[in-house]
């Protein structure tokens, strides 16, 4: 395991339970963990050096995922059908943005258009700059801002649900520089949907935003 996660774990930025999630999840998505592996809580505790609570904290909240499995006095597993969870909460991540973008599109005002508006420059300026770490910051500003600007409670919680999969593909996507100005396509047309209040345009901009940069990030994943 990298020194960087354990670090970082020393740090205490964020929950230890949570650290650990975040390290697994994406050993899992980059399938550094095949479907199959034995993730063994004491081995587990050793590489991060931590107590084995927050391991076992962390591997019921990716047996949640769909991404563990955990068998009765055995332990837990890396799921035979990641990928098959994968694809449906990615369904699942496209048909809730997109509500939210439709919604985003009857509902907002001229000030969070212009909010929106603001956001976008700046992904504009660092896609020329093809500076990724800005754009991952942007890039979640923009989508989180279509969630506000909804306005509506129980969609912003469902989508909270597969936020971790959301940061995850969303970072990766932005990673690699080929897909940055593919990806402020997608997004400048989202808000010219949204600044004209067409609501099955937004709505179809967003499915069709997320379906092909979830798409890309995991061919990028397979082909390594």
Known sequence: MSDDIITRISMQSRSVRELIYEELKEAILNKRYEPGTHLRERELAKEFNVSTTPVKEALRQLEKDGLVVTQARKGSFVSESVMSSVEEIRWARAALEGVAARLAAKKRTQEELEKLESILKEMEAYTKEKNSEMLKKYNS????????????????????????????????????????????????????????????????????????STTFTLNKNSSK
């Open 141 to 212: 500003e923009f989508h989180d801002f279509i969630q506000q600007t909804a306005k509506n409670t129980y969609i912003s919680n469902q989508i909270e649900a597969v936020c971790s999969f959301d940061k995850f593909f969303r970072e990766k996507a932005m990673s690699h520089k080929e897909e940055h100005e593919r990806a402020f396509n997608d997004h400048y047309f989202i808000f010219e949907m949204i600044k004209s209040q067409d609501e099955v345009g937004a709505e179809d901009a967003m499915r069709n935003h997320i379906n092909r």
